[in-house]
């Protein structure tokens, strides 16, 4: 079936402006996840939806950045008022279940801030 | 401080040979072990879980095993191939939030 899908795959924009990275998960997975990778670096947790539970946002780096998750399935990132070192490339992957289980990933956002 | 860590330098070996690949941890108690296959531009691909009560995992020419005394998992690819190169990363369970490894480069030399 279908994978975890994101779009943009790239997206280049000029620090100040806000940018919406999309991705859709899975269908039938309720656990979604957003990472984000920098270059030569590890994945770094931003935030966590698991059903209709309130999502984990311990992982936003500061309020600039925020996520919903509509339905149960599409999610949107969005960062406001871009810095360069938001450049980035952006992760999404789902779950069968809770958190804990293995994840499927995207493809990814390459994000660009010049 | 918690810590994962995986050899950043890359590892290179000849097409046949076996691939070992190291994840040690520091001040983690997880519950399981996972890891993944990250290829250049493209999002990490699950391969592996380890549960801590197993000592070893194996799937096709894969094997894992995971030491919880040692705080360390064993990354291995028997009989490697070109295909087999890329990133694979560490991650585990902790608090029910998987926790990621950096990675470590394998290059497979036909």
């Known amino acids: 079936g279908a994978g975890v899908s994101q779009s943009p795959s790239n997206k280049v924009t000029e620090k100040g402006k806000d940018v919406e990275l999309r991705c859709d998960p899975i269908?039938?997975?309720?656990?979604l996840y957003w990472y984000r990778q920098s270059l030569g670096q590890g994945l770094e947790f931003l935030i966590y939806f698991q059903g209709n539970s309130a999502p984990d946002k311990s992982g936003l780096p500061s309020d600039r950045f925020s996520a919903e998750r509509t339905g149960g399935s599409v999610s949107t990132l969005t960062i406001q008022r871009t810095q360069q070192e938001d450049s980035a490339v952006y992760l999404c992957?789902?779950?069968?279940?809770?958190?804990?289980?293995?994840?499927?990933f995207g493809p990814g956002t390459r994000l660009t801030v010049t | 401080s918690q810590k994962i860590e995986q050899n950043s330098e890359a590892l290179n070996i000849q097409e046949g040979k076996t691939a070992t690949l190291t994840c040690n941890y520091t001040n983690y108690s997880p519950a399981y072990l996972q890891w993944y296959r990250q290829d250049p531009g493209r999002g990490p691909v699950f391969l592996l879980l380890?549960?801590?009560?197993?000592k070893e995992k194996r799937k096709e020419r894969l094997k894992v095993t995971f030491d919880t005394t040692l705080k360390q998992s064993l990354f291995h690819i028997t009989a490697s191939q070109p295909a087999d190169s890329a990133t694979y990363l560490c991650?585990?369970?902790?608090?029910?939030?998987?926790?990621f490894g950096t990675g470590t480069r394998l290059l497979v030399s036909p």
């Open positions: 991650a585990l369970d902790s608090f029910q939030k998987l926790v």
């Open positions: 992957a789902s779950s069968l279940r809770q958190r804990s289980y293995e994840q499927y």
């Open positions: 269908s039938g997975h309720t656990a």
């Open positions: 380890i549960r801590e009560n197993e």
